[in-house]
């Protein structure tokens, strides 16, 4: 476990609320930020040491927004959270904008994805443990594990083989990770 863990979400939720209620994205935090949002800065600094892919997952109890990357795309952890939560309340293109009377009733998931590894056979898989990485030459689809009703390896895969816009019968790879879930309110 990383020592910036509590962080994690701290910094998912301010990014949502600040550039909901203020248009203003967190890269720098100002020192209020800190202290209103309850990030320990030794622990910002700690993320910003690491690197990985992640998703930032808001719900009001349904859906309300989820981007993410597959693999890490900013300079560290802590850019991706913000860059993932801006986008998950913002740039989600099945859902509008969030706005500002609906940050109470809104409930917050970060995933940190570990490495992908190839799978040779379904039986490889578990939907409580394993997300998983459809692909066939430029397009993929990915889906976190322990997901609700998504219950069976078959529909895990018939999402994320659907969200790659892959037909079930062409050849195509799957890859396997992990994540470290953060949430709460879930």
């Known amino acids: ?17 600040l550039y909901t ?3 203003r994205v967190p890269v720098f935090l ?22 990985a892919g992640c998703f930032v997952t808001l719900h009001n109890p349904e859906l309300r927004g989820c981007i993410g990357t597959i693999e890490p795309v900013q300079d560290n ?17 099945r859902f509008p904008l969030v706005q500002e009377e609906e940050l109470d009733t809104l409930d917050y998931s970060v995933d940190v994805l570990g490495e ?40 895990q895969l018939s999402i994320a083989l659907r969200k790659a816009n892959i037909s079930p019968s062409e050849i195509y790879e799957v890859e396997r990770f992990e994540v470290v879930r953060y949430e709460e309110g879930i």
């Open 77 to 93: 952890l802590a850019e991706e959270i913000i860059q993932n939560a801006l986008s998950a309340c913002s740039r989600d293109p």
């Open 1 to 17: 476990m990383m020592s910036a863990e509590d962080c994690i979400l701290d910094l998912a939720i301010a990014t949502v609320e």
């Open 30 to 51: 100002k020192d209020e930020d800190f202290e209103k949002y309850n990030i320990k800065r030794e622990d910002y600094e700690e993320l910003k040491k690491l690197k």
């Open 21 to 23: 209620r203020e248009r």
């Open 116 to 155: 992908p590894e190839r799978v040779e056979s379904l039986l490889d898989l578990n939907v409580e443990r394993y997300g998983i990485i459809v692909s066939k030459g430029t397009r993929r689809g990915l889906l976190l594990p322990d997901l609700e009703g998504v219950d069976t390896v078959e529909k």
